[in-house]
């Protein structure tokens, strides 16, 4: 595609977002006009409003809300709003046909492909007044690795009805994007002798792990002589490592400030609490071996409910816990220590190797040598460190570029498309089935 632009679109159950490239191998990030080069960095998972990372609908007529506004939406809890990422989970991942009809929470229908065209279109719309000229266009959509054979087809079906033409257009799984992307970006190591080694090769498995907010998916891909892939095997279950580390999180404040404090927070000072509780997430990629601790910024309405409810500064209330020499408050800001912080997402790692486990287990297979750590919690230096330390002869790769390396993988995708072959869902009882996609 000399003269084309490639153009991916991520439907995602945590996120979704589009990438483009043109007569290049190095996809931009797209934000409502394309990033230079130089931006790729320091942008990659900028949200705004204009970006389509997080959608919410509207069941009364269709409203969009899109990045800081959705997520906005969201935190206010506003009734018979539909979020898309659960839409998209819902409507892939819930059964081998793709549902008719959706119900938001106030119980109203909603036909499963007037939603789906109408944010498609939203994204072309999007995309035309951003992408100039009349080069030919190939579009490269993902879908979450756990959709059915059917929603595939529906798929494609609301695309070509929201006005591309089906040559146009390309559909593969989360997962076959995120091996397209790590076999540019992390194609060598260094082994223990110090030698290059390549991590891609003909014959060679790479279990791809999806580590999402509320679910994991693990696949096994092979790479074969000719350059096409095949999924040899996928699962997912439902662990919902978010709301493990939320809980934690949780617990942690009502320790030390108390059950009312943080229920009247909660209740009352909503949108306080998720920017709190995102910026602790945002330290879990640090390095957590070092006694630096790791620093919050605490709200003025939570030092504010403190001093109400308990009659104490958050300083003397932190002095009064076990905890006291391994936290500390100075000038509005939440010191930790890392081994608190690290304890908050223990369970979340446990329950990653244990689920790399069972795929292992169940899918029987051999010449695994990737473990590849996707998705947002893909970030956690705790979980990647388990996961070494339960897996030391697998070589770990973590995409340089987040969330948005889906998007990524599908444009390098599209530019040299590689025939796969998609396996089934399987259970313990299951042997290793593959079906053309």
Not at 195 to 216: I, W, Y
Not at 330 to 335: A, D, F, I, R, Y
Not at 415 to 420: E, H, I, L, R, S
Request: with cysteine.
């Amino acid at each position: 595609m000399s003269n084309g632009i490639v153009i991916a679109i991520r439907v995602g159950t945590n996120f979704t977002n589009c990438a483009l490239e043109e007569n290049s191998i190095e996809g931009h990030v797209w934000r409502g006009e394309p990033l230079d080069k130089s931006d790729l960095a320091d942008n990659t998972e900028i949200v705004t409003e204009e970006t389509p990372s997080i959608v919410v609908l509207s069941s009364e007529k269709f409203d969009h809300y899109f990045g800081y506004e959705a997520l906005k939406r969201i935190e206010k809890q506003k009734k018979g709003d539909l979020i898309f990422p659960e839409f998209v989970k819902n409507l892939f991942c819930s059964g081998y046909k793709v549902p008719e009809l959706l119900r938001a929470e106030n119980g109203v229908p909603l036909s499963s492909a007037d939603v789906m065209e109408k944010v498609i279109s939203y994204l072309f719309e999007q995309i035309q007044s951003n992408v100039e000229g009349s080069t030919c266009r190939q579009f490269v959509f993902t879908v979450p690795t756990m959709a059915t054979d059917d929603a595939f087809l529906f798929l494609k079906h609301s695309i070509v009805n929201a006005g591309l033409s089906e040559d146009q257009v390309l559909i593969i799984p989360e997962a076959v994007s995120i091996l397209q992307y790590c076999k540019l970006h992390h194609n060598t190591y260094k082994s223990v002798s110090g030698k290059d080694v390549e991590a891609f090769s003909p014959g060679k498995r790479s279990v791809v792990l999806e580590c999402e907010d509320d679910h994991m998916t693990i696949s096994v891909l092979e790479l074969k002589d000719d350059g096409s892939l095949e999924m040899v095997y996928s699962n997912y279950e439902d662990v919902l490592v978010s709301c493990q580390v939320q809980e934690e999180f949780i617990n942690m404040f009502i320790k030390v400030f108390g059950k009312c404090v943080f229920d009247d927070f909660y209740s009352h000072c909503r949108s306080d609490y998720f920017n709190l509780f995102r910026e602790f997430c945002g330290n879990m990629s640090k390095d957590l071996h070092g006694k630096e601790p790791l620093i919050i910024t605490m709200p003025s309405s939570f030092s504010a409910l403190v001093t109400d409810k308990t009659g104490k500064s958050i300083e003397q209330a932190i002095e009064q816990t076990d905890i006291a020499q391994k936290m500390a408050y100075t000038s509005s800001k939440l010191k930790i220590a890392p081994e608190i912080f690290q304890s908050l997402f223990l369970e979340a790692a446990t329950n990653t190797v244990r689920l790399l486990r069972k795929g292992f287990q169940q899918s029987g297979l051999e010449n695994i040598v990737n473990i590849i750590l996707a998705g947002y919690f893909s970030k956690s230096t705790i979980i990647q460190d388990h996961i070494r330390m339960s897996f030391p002869s697998h070589h770990l790769i973590i995409p340089r570029d987040g969330n948005v390396a889906v998007a990524k993988g599908a444009v390098l995708y599209g530019q040299n498309p590689a025939k796969y072959m998609k396996a089934r869902k399987m259970d313990l009882n299951e042997s290793t089935g593959v079906s053309l996609c």
